[in-house]
């Protein structure tokens, strides 16, 4: 009934639109023709001497009092060009449309919210993409997301939470700390996707993706590198805002 609505709206709010652009660009191309009408009728023959007043108007060329210049011809389409001219969507609703509506998601850290690439980095230091907040942010608003990552010590897990928090993921979005899943092997994490069954899973390790293709519904393989689809419901982009195009 939501979506109906909506549509209704938009819909109303179209054919008013047009209207208005309809009415200013008649009332724009009649003004001339108007100040003409006037101006001809100020411009009388001239009493004091009707016999050169006669001739001057034969031969005058006559002008159609609903001419309209060049000029008026140009305003107007721009008028009805700005009108017409496609809005373009905001990410909300690219992330929305892109994730065909599906409210659960899981992702791995490595290699798509984190700029390390493996575990071993991780126990020095742990670095949020700034260029992926914004779309990360926006799945936040819509999806129950979850983002989970295989770690080789508690001091990775800190140093990952401490990232996300400094970046304001826990602030500004939906997410909380407890979304937040660790484990100690790969299959660990594929047993998380598994349990928790989201709608979509992003994942930058293939054989993960290959494992979980049969599983789960959706799924998106971030790699710097073109790869060939694996299955149909499996997608690829070099990495997340890209998916999104929000770069």
């Known amino acids: 009934m939501v979506l109906i609505r909506d549509c209704d709206l938009r ?92 409210r659960k998601v899981t992702c791995r850290l490595l290699g798509v919210i984190l700029e390390e690439s493996s575990p071993e980095e991780l126990q020095k230091q742990a670095t949020v993409r700034s260029s992926v907040l914004e779309v990360l942010l926006e799945v936040t608003k819509f999806c129950d997301l979850y983002l989970m990552e295989r770690v080789l010590d508690d001091e990775s897990e800190k140093r990952v939470l401490v990232a996300l928090e400094e970046a304001g993921v826990f602030t500004s979005g939906g997410l909380v700390k407890d979304k937040v899943l660790f484990c100690s092997t790969e299959n660990g994490r594929s047993s998380f996707v598994r349990q928790l069954e989201p709608d979509w899973h992003i994942d930058s390790n293939p054989e993960i993706v290959t494992q979980l293709a049969r599983f789960i519904k959706y799924q998106l393989h971030v790699s710097p590198y073109k790869t060939e689809r694996t299955a149909a419901n499996v997608f690829s982009a070099p990495s997340l805002e890209q998916f999104f195009g929000s770069i």
């Open 11 to 102: 819909s109303i709010g179209a054919v008013a639109g047009l209207a208005v652009a309809i009415v200013f660009t008649w009332r724009l191309l009649r003004s001339p023709s108007g100040s003409q009408r006037r101006q001809q009728k100020r411009q009388g023959p001239s009493s004091s001497n009707p016999g050169v007043g006669t001739n001057s108007n034969s031969n005058a060329s006559v002008v159609p009092s609903d001419a309209c210049s060049p000029s008026d011809d140009s305003r107007a389409q721009n008028v009805v060009d700005e009108f017409f001219q496609p809005v373009k969507p905001t990410l909300g609703q690219i992330v929305r449309q892109k994730l065909s509506e599906g």
